[in-house]
Structures are given as structure tokens and as C-alpha cells.
């Protein structure tokens, strides 16, 4: 049976069930599989035959050993259906070339892959917390800055068993963003902004977590809280899904030969979603370079090529926010993989980079890191020229993190001539960053003035292309969540708008 083990060294042995309740392990490390499952080249070909939905079952089943099949079914099924998603595929691929498709990870609820795991780790969760036992309703803690407030809200949104607050910083999210949580609906949600910046938010959240007195207060009235953010193996694995299928799909639509290996592209922000398709290359999916796209937080750029990882840089802020990340939590379990799960050598380097901001991995870890992967980094003018070209050339919007990855396959092509069929994972609708998708293709003049909804408008006129519903009409729903906090108060905010909506 397939257990979990905490990269830290100090948990082994423990069930999904307990790992996804539990999201971070006591030891502050993250939970692995103790051993990966694998998909020979016969479980692929099978796989050609099945819906989206019944290869996740069959890829969660694998990972989840102590769920009965009844139970992951209900809990793929509740997720990935159409009434949450634009499109039946669940995740459309479309070709640009022969050798080149994009992946679009962002039919959602909210229109930002992040949906792929936040529709389907509630009920994970809430599955969990019944197989375990666990009698208490769960809270969860959310701050966020954007796309992950909202999908999360949507995830939980009326899932019996559990609670949700979102914080938001009251300067720090786009206008859509911030529309988007304000008027989200539910019995069980709140919303809430947070004087200050996401730094703020994301203390604030971090202090009540860490509040003995509060946890008690919660636990009288029969609260547990949980995390719902990509450090919890119950988001990481609904990710593993769709690299498999889309590998799948490839080939059942004849775009690659039997066995053939592909590239996939990744705009990187905390390596969720890359370390998802090395575990499915892992697992047995024929992959040759797996390409890691920054923007300039490039962090991750330096530290794939050199084994050297350094925080110490200015943070910039990006048109592609969601990847405007220095510290990329998720980083932590390839290195427990690729050192053979050695807990003493990731602890350490964890503890260096906590103290000194930087450490370096040895010889062995670096060679592995640039025979698997491959990185470069785009900054915005360059982001915003290929969003202007894809459109041209090939009648494609690209939203501003996609775009990364595009600018980083083109460097990536130019130096190594590879021609490998590759995947582009595309984590966004533009819609959802019109501002900056409409300044690439448009002059500022025409821009001048106008509100981020009527770029909306405006954009979807210019390129023909229509605004996904989840985002079409925002600006006239109304707004149901008007708390504004500070970070101080925030633990008392929890309280309050829990104690209301019971009474
Ligand atoms: C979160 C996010 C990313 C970064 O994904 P990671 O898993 O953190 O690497 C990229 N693009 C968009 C649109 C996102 O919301």
C-alpha cells in the first residue's frame, strides 16, 4: 500500500487519508509517496479509451489506496463535470503546430488552472476527515493574492463539513480579482479584505495558525482548521492527472508515435504544477525535457542551471503575478526525489535557506536537475510581444503566464534545435488578465480611461473571441462581502463572521 513520508524525516508510514487532512507535517516538512506507482507503456494505450474523469480514477486509485473506489468516484466526479467546466474535454488540447499544442489547464470555475486541484481537494479533504474519524467541522484559512482566493472559495463553496475564509490584501489584487470574491455566494464562505499588501494577509494567516489559545477557542466550538494551499499532496495529485492524459490524448489523436517522449513547458511560480508532470514522467509518461518558465523572479532559472538557490533579489511585481514567487515551497519534495529521499540533506538545506536566504546543492542533485529539466525566464516586454505575435501568427490569445512559457520554449528551440513534440501548459484565460493581454495588442490611446471591465469589453470585440461566463457580467453582481480588517485583528474577524452567519 502506498504510504506517506514527510521530507523532513520524522513521519513515515502515514495513509493519504491522514496526509491531505493534515497538509503540512508537524516536522514542517511536505508529504511524499513512499513509492511512486508506475504506468507501464500497456496501462497508457488502455487509457485511450477512457473519459478525463475515469483516467483520474484510475490515477488517484493508484495514490489513494486507502479510499474505496466508490469513494474517489464520488469525489472525481463532484469536481470535474459540466456544470463546473466550459468544456466536456475538462482539458482541451490545441494544436499550433505539428509539434506544438497547448494544454489548457483553465475551463474552470475561475478560469486559472489552479480550479484542476480547488475543485476536487475539498472533497478530498472532507473524505478524508471521515475516514479518519474526524467528527469536527473543518475552517479553512485562506490569503491570497488572487487567482488562489477565488478558486478555492469555488471549491468549497457548499461543502457540507467545512468553512471557508478568504483574505485578500486591500491593495494587491486586479479589479476582477477582487469582484470575483466579493460577490462569490455560498452558505459556508467569507470574505474578507486586509488592510496592507499579500505579505500582510499571508502574516496574518500564518500567526493564527500558529495561535495555541485561538486553536483552543475553535476546538470548544468544534472547528479544526486546515490549508488549502500546494503545499497539501491532495492538490498536487489531481495535477498529475491531466499531464497523463493529455500525454494520452497525443497519441490517441495519432500526434506522436507509440513510446515517443514529449517536452512539456511550465510557467513556474511555487513548481506545483512542473513537479505534477515530473511525478507522471516518473510514474512512466515518456518525457524528454520537462522546461521551467520564470518571469524575472527568476529564481528558479539560476537554480536549475546551477544547483544554486538564491532569495536574496529584489521582488519584482510582474504582469504575471501568480508566478511572482522567491520562495517555491514545492521545490522541496524534488529534492527529497532526486536525492533518494534523503530527509537529513533536504533538512538542511531547508534550515540554510530559512537562516541565509540560499544554499547549494551537491554534484550528484545538480546534474540530475539539468539532465531532466531546462530553464530560462522572460521578462514583460518580452511576455507582451508574444502575446502581440501568437495573436498574429497564429489567431491564438495567450493570457500573460502562458505567454512566459512561450517566450522560454522559442530560446529553448533556438538553442538546442530539439523538435520533440512539445506541450505548453497554459494556467490561464487571458480574459482573466485583460489589462495586460489588451495593452500588448492595442495602443494606450484606446486603453486610455477605461476600467479593467470595459478592456474586458473591449478585448473580447477586437479578437472575436467570447468572455468566459464566469467572468462575463461580474461588475453587476452584487456584493456580498464588505469586511475590511487589519492584520491584528484578523483571528478576531474568523470569530466574528463565524459567530453571525450561526446566529
Ligand atoms: C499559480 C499560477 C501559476 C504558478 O503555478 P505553480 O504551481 O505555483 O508553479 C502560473 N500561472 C497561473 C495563472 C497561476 O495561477
Not at 97 to 111: N, R, S, V, Y
Not at 173 to 191: A, L
Not at 315 to 336: A, C, G, K, Q, V
Not at 362 to 388: G, S, Y
Request: net charge negative; proline share 4%.
Amino acid at each position: 500500500m502506498v504510504r506517506y513520508q514527510s521530507t523532513r524525516g520524522k513521519y513515515s508510514h502515514i495513509t493519504a487519508a491522514e496526509a491531505i487532512k493534515m497538509g503540512i507535517a508537524p516536522d514542517g516538512g511536505l508529504f511524499v509517496p513512499d513509492v511512486i506507482p508506475g504506468l507501464s507503456p500497456d496501462d497508457l494505450k488502455k487509457m485511450e479509451n477512457l473519459t478525463y474523469q475515469e483516467r483520474a480514477c484510475l490515477i488517484l486509485g493508484l495514490y489513494l489506496e486507502d479510499f474505496s473506489a466508490e469513494e474517489i468516484k464520488s469525489c472525481v466526479s463532484s469536481a470535474y463535470n459540466e456544470t463546473s467546466f466550459d468544456d466536456e474535454r475538462i482539458v482541451p488540447l490545441v494544436k499550433i503546430a505539428d509539434d506544438l499544442f497547448i494544454q489548457e489547464l483553465w475551463h474552470g470555475p475561475t478560469c486559472a488552472f489552479k480550479d484542476m486541484a480547488l475543485q476536487i481537494l475539498p472533497h478530498l479533504l472532507t473524505c478524508s476527515a471521515q475516514k479518519t474519524g474526524e467528527n469536527k467541522t473543518i475552517l479553512i484559512l485562506v490569503a491570497t493574492s488572487g487567482d488562489t482566493g477565488k478558486a478555492a472559495l469555488e471549491g468549497f463553496k457548499d461543502v457540507p463539513g467545512t468553512q471557508i475564509v478568504v483574505f485578500y490584501p486591500a491593495d494587491g489584487v486586479s479589479e476582477v480579482q477582487k469582484q470575483q470574491m466579493i460577490t462569490q455566494e455560498g452558505k459556508n464562505i467569507f470574505v474578507a479584505a486586509v488592510e496592507g499588501n499579500f505579505d500582510d494577509a499571508q502574516t496574518g494567516v500564518k500567526n493564527i495558525f500558529a495561535n495555541e489559545q485561538f486553536i483552543q477557542i475553535l476546538n470548544q466550538q468544534g472547528i479544526k482548521m486546515s490549508s488549502a494551499n500546494s503545499i497539501n499532496w491532495g492538490r498536487l495529485l489531481p495535477q498529475i492527472v491531466y499531464y497523463v492524459s493529455s500525454y494520452v490524448d497525443l497519441r490517441s489523436e495519432e500526434r506522436i508515435r507509440e513510446g515517443q517522449a514529449i517536452n512539456i513547458v511550465v510557467p513556474t511560480g511555487n513548481f506545483g504544477n512542473i513537479l505534477a508532470a515530473y511525478y507522471a514522467s516518473r510514474m512512466g509518461v515518456p518525457i524528454n525535457k520537462l522546461i521551467c518558465a520564470s518571469n524575472t523572479n527568476n529564481v528558479l532559472t539560476e537554480f536549475i542551471r546551477t544547483g544554486s538557490y538564491d532569495r536574496k533579489r529584489k521582488f519584482e511585481r510582474t504582469i504575471s503575478p501568480s508566478m511572482d514567487i522567491l520562495i517555491s515551497s514545492n521545490l522541496e519534495r524534488l529534492l527529497y526525489e532526486l536525492t533518494d529521499h534523503d530527509a537529513a540533506a533536504v533538512s538542511r538545506w531547508m534550515e540554510e535557506l530559512s537562516l541565509s536566504g540560499s544554499y547549494q546543492v551537491n554534484d550528484a542533485v545538480a546534474e540530475q536537475l539539468t539532465d531532466l529539466f531546462w530553464a530560462d525566464f522572460a521578462n514583460d516586454q518580452q511576455t507582451m510581444a508574444a502575446i502581440k505575435e501568437v495573436w498574429q501568427q497564429h489567431n491564438y490569445l495567450l493570457d500573460t503566464h502562458t505567454a512566459v512559457a512561450w517566450c522560454v520554449y522559442k530560446n529553448y528551440r533556438q538553442e538546442t534545435d530539439d523538435s520533440t513534440p512539445t506541450l505548453i501548459a497554459s494556467t490561464a484565460s487571458p480574459y482573466k488578465f485583460a489589462g495586460s493581454v489588451a495593452e500588448s495588442l492595442l495602443d494606450a490611446q484606446t486603453l486610455a480611461d477605461k476600467t479593467e471591465f470595459e478592456i474586458l469589453s473591449h478585448l473580447a470585440r477586437y479578437t472575436g473571441q467570447p468572455i468566459p461566463a464566469a467572468i462575463q457580467g461580474l461588475e453587476k453582481k452584487p456584493i456580498l462581502h464588505k469586511t475590511i480588517t487589519t492584520q491584528a485583528e484578523m483571528g478576531n474577524t474568523v470569530l466574528t463572521l463565524l459567530g453571525n452567519r450561526r446566529g
